[in-house]
């Protein structure tokens, strides 16, 4: 389905860097949804560069809903969400030379589209496109919330610094909401700030790991196989660009444990039962536990950088060396925490609908 | 779609671990393949227990296809593998208390199918249903095979005990295939089965690490945002029992590089470019680049053990302590590996079959 | 999707009129639907051929659920149903000529699979392959009727001669249930049956018309533009060999009448309305009204005669003349309604799911 | 999926009668396909209302495509396009109190969305949101095109008034495409038209039969069973707003042929074979035989009419009569034609890259 993705609740994503307007449509949300435009703006603002460490290219990241919302709530038709491209400076890209950055999708676009790709500023590989996708989080972290179910991302380490751990979730994921730095720990948030800074002063750029935590999912969520939950949180985070790792629960650290200290063991609590550990994350044979669904994401570096590089040209398939120039950002890390908070609601009101049907996530129901 | 994966090539799989037979259905296969009933028996034994790191139940994988193949090559039509389950013991489980096993789907299976599901073994969660998928795969493999697209899976890992890296691919992987222990160095194969061994004497089992390598696809196949080849690859690669963590490339560790030393330098090659590193694992953008594919899934340890675990009984919800009998593998990695290369076939040919059409894995096209 | 269909319910379909087995899975299917055995074998018994007016392959339909039910009821896992093809004779076909029959799938099996298909008996395009889904849609039946939604085909006219419309809903279903020849005035039956004969006599075929009516299906269900309720029947309708037309409500009719007449009055009745005439087959805007939904299917003559045609070798490419041996049906009508019946209880059972969620065909929800 | 259909080629719908803009996104389209501005808005105008015959209510249908095109042609990545509601009167409904139209999606939408839909001139039911479909279609066309697949629609029937057949269909296309009455033959084109201001004269409305003829499609394309060609159209047109049947072929009249009368004879061909007749409407098994693909669609009265009706209150429940006011159209059935012409060009897009890949309609390949 290339850029659509959802079963139940599903989003579709379109647009180019330097496009007029970039945008989503989310389809099969419960209608009744409130929807505050305020909230969209709060989680646009946290997506958007901000200060020395971001790239100098602001957007304002206006948004405009022209369809799906009647009297400020959703009304189960599809909701499309616009945002147009202010900032853009399409005469940086028009008759440079066009040299394939290394490990951005310049050279691989270019093999699939044959030469007709938009390739300003990235085209539609552009991270900028991820914009969209967190206005619509937005409204999905909305509706989750009228169920007690909420979630919070935080840095869980940036190069060897490493955040504190979740602690109170319910103070951490507001303490989240309010910065633009995501991390939970103030000196070591300094500690990533300056190492970002160094790394920029260089040409260079950095990445980190960002680590979820979603409270309230109920138990018996998700599919054996095919639909495991792993399976739809991983295919949307893999979406995300940049991200080149996602591991659940203890992920990779679970491969150096013995089985008894992997295996979760379990209690009776009220009709069910949790688990007095969760190193699962939340899932069981891919289907959640009730316990916090736990997830970290590998979000490499920038590709954009200034240090000069070596790479080929796509006009003449020469052999040159890349010195870029442009607005660019050391470390998208921070920002990558909005759309990762975004698209993970957005899975999880899919599973939801999918589960217990369109209007489990109406207010009417 | 719960139990069907893919779009131009797709599987369907059934089964429980009790059940008179398993098996799966793949559709979208070009006509024309050879199915060749030695590579699928192969790829059986490859994944079958063996020897004493192993599980004493041991199946005999006999197989039978019962469509989808005329005069020993696929017709285009859905092909339907069956595997009986011969080895079963069901009356080990017809009348014992159902005492949850932590770690494993029996509380999630309970709360999401209400107390009808078939527990027996493991039911439909039951590791065994993926022998149909390694039959599948073994036939998939041979169509990749025969456009020079091969690839190979080692124990890259196994708690602590690092395996060497891939060095000859092509001979890696010949050793690879003939070899239920599929490890490239012997002197660490026997330390890592000296460690399955340790943890299985006192009643417990081990996890690992196992990498993947493609090799010979061609550039510019996949798609931006949510088909990203990534995203198609882990979401099969989470469907695959006990994984917990995927990563292409380097993964988690190119978040403690920087940009410089992330990106992959790019030269001309032929028509198109070459990497001379590979960090990204063959895939920028969500797009295939030429590279090998890379990627290592992490293989939790397996959930059923014999030491003393607490749990909940899923017919009272009181608090118990589990001594599981039975037989069970104190390692599943080794195993495993059938499953991660059979699925890795799997996604391969549906992303060539998306993107050059229904013929592209047809002799005669 | 090619050979699997449905969102929250999937059917998935395989096999060939020669193989060994051939077989569906169902997906999807909540827990606890009971699976009675005599309704799956009394459904395809209205599938079979009976008398004069089949064809003399009688297949005994033995079926075997191989995975999905445990202690007489589905697991919510996927639900495998075989079937063995065991009054095959291959050697009719092994060494014959292959000539193309016309109106049949042979020459478009042969362009698409180019001459890897199983072309025996026509392969998988073989009516036969329908048994299957009868047997699925018995399941789907059941738990339809659990929640009070019931359903009966007849022959609404077979050439010129037309059956008596459906009067009491509740009897005619209950007589349709009890007979292979689904007409409701007896001595319509007899003339359509004589009508039959008539052509048999001359190596003819003859088609007709079936009419389906739908009770008790909520209202609110299906969904705008490309998921109506109308959009989901059809795309499984004309999956059925054979159905070249598919109308809903009075269908062609309505373009001869005007608004006011075509248009149903609508009048409060409980929490909601009810419509005085049901012309739009109980659908508005591609969701169900809460009336009857009412479509009609054409099933065109049977493609398979005895008298000669012309046609084309597909092993020479030249021109032949077929005069067609072995078994064939003079009329498919009266068979293909089980099928009729099987794929709309299988839609509508996907229709609920997708709204109301996976359980609620569950007795326990 | 709801609102986006489609496998390889897919379009997502959105848009309400009086929201601020409507669109559609399409994507899967090939890089390079030329997107022609006129083209586009000649289809629109083809869709548009036209004198006495139409509603009151014209749209200046401007359009804008935001993403998807880069120096003219097609990028491969989605292209969004979006047309502006200019000629809205929402004042009209604000304050209006809701009474169902019969026929209409009113209460239909009601009870699926409780109320929360937005209601005014139908919001997403409207026909007003096929507009961007027609656009999209005309990109579809234009791809079709350039590989010598071209397609036409004509009013076959009006209420009792019959136009000719098609006779030389290259011609027959041109002259369709020059008009917004698609009628063949001038006489009966005024004697329809005489017919629906006569229904007009009364508040009251006609419906038609409207037949398309694709040319050129390749034989081999489309799948058994659930993608059936039929299969895959029918989806689609029942999608269109007022469709109630579908017939492919002689559809309905074959019921009344002969399996002698209703088979296509066949004869060789170049390296495959053509048939004598059409009866099959180019589709065999559900795959194309490379014969002409002929289908008709039965659109309703519009179901908007002046003349007194009986109905309810959405927002009492309570029994009332309805006198609707507004601008509305006493036929659309000339409308619709744009509609079928623009959805069937995107199916038969989708069907090819399925069958062919992605890059099938890339003027590169």
Redesign the interface.
């Known amino acids: 389905?290339?850029?659509?993705?959802g079963?139940?609740v599903?989003?579709?994503?379109?647009?180019?860097s330097h496009?007029?307007?970039?945008?989503c449509?989310i389809?099969?949300l419960a209608?009744?949804i409130p929807v505050k435009e305020d909230a969209i703006a709060h989680a646009l603002s946290l997506r958007r560069p901000a200060g020395r460490i971001s790239t100098a290219r602001v957007e304002s990241d206006s948004f405009?809903i022209?369809?799906?919302v009647?009297r400020g709530?959703?009304?189960?038709?599809?909701?499309?969400i616009?945002i147009p491209n202010s900032a853009k400076r399409s005469t940086d890209y028009e008759n440079a030379p066009r040299l394939?950055?290394?490990?951005?999708?310049?050279?691989?676009?270019h093999?699939?589209?044959?030469g007709?790709?938009?390739f300003r500023g990235g085209?539609?590989?552009s991270g900028r496109?991820t914009a969209p996708l967190v206005a619509a989080g937005a409204i999905a972290k909305e509706a989750l919330a009228a169920l007690g179910i909420t979630l919070g991302t935080h840095i869980s380490?940036?190069?060897?610094i490493r955040d504190r751990d979740f602690a109170d979730l319910a103070a951490d994921f507001a303490a989240l909401n309010e910065t633009t730095f995501p991390v939970l720990d103030d000196a070591r948030a300094a500690a990533m700030q300056e190492y970002i800074l160094a790394?920029a002063g260089e040409g260079?750029?950095?990445?980190?790991?960002l680590e979820t935590v979603v409270l309230g999912m109920p138990?018996?969520?998700?599919?054996?196989?095919?639909?495991?939950v792993?399976?739809?949180l991983?295919?949307?985070l893999?979406?995300v660009?940049a991200?080149?790792?996602?591991?659940?629960?203890?992920?990779?650290a679970?491969?150096?444990?013995?089985?008894?200290?992997?295996?979760?063991?379990?209690?009776?609590e009220g009709?069910?039962?949790t688990?007095?550990t969760n190193r699962?994350?939340g899932?069981?044979?891919?289907?959640?536990?009730?316990a916090p669904i736990v997830f970290r994401t590998?979000?490499?570096?920038?590709?954009?950088?200034y240090?000069e590089?070596?790479?080929?040209s796509l006009d003449t398939?020469?052999?040159e060396t890349l010195a870029l120039g442009g607005r660019h950002d050391p470390c998208i890390v921070h920002r990558a925490r909005a759309v990762i908070d975004a698209v993970t609601a957005l899975v999880l009101c899919d599973l939801l609908?999918?589960?217990?049907?369109?209007?489990?996530l109406?207010p009417?129901k």
Request: charged share 20%; net charge negative.
């Open positions: 389905m290339k850029n659509t993705i079963q139940s599903a989003v579709t994503l379109f647009g180019e496009g007029e307007e970039i945008g449509v389809d099969g209608p009744g405009r022209v369809s799906g009647f709530v959703t009304t189960g038709t599809p909701l499309c616009l394939a950055r290394p490990g951005h999708a310049d050279y691989t676009a093999c699939k589209y044959h007709f790709e938009d085209g539609h590989f496109i380490s940036l190069g060897e790394a260079d750029s950095v990445g980190g790991v138990s018996g969520v998700g599919e054996p196989y095919f639909d495991s792993e399976s739809q991983s295919h949307m893999f979406s660009p991200v080149k790792g996602v591991e659940f629960g203890d992920g990779f679970l491969t150096k444990m013995r089985g008894s200290e992997a295996n979760d063991p379990m209690r009776a009709n069910g039962a688990t007095l699962a994350g899932i069981y044979g891919g289907i959640t536990n009730g590998a979000v490499k570096p920038t590709p954009s950088i240090k590089q070596l790479t080929v398939g020469k052999n609908a999918q589960r217990y049907g369109t209007d489990y109406s009417k």
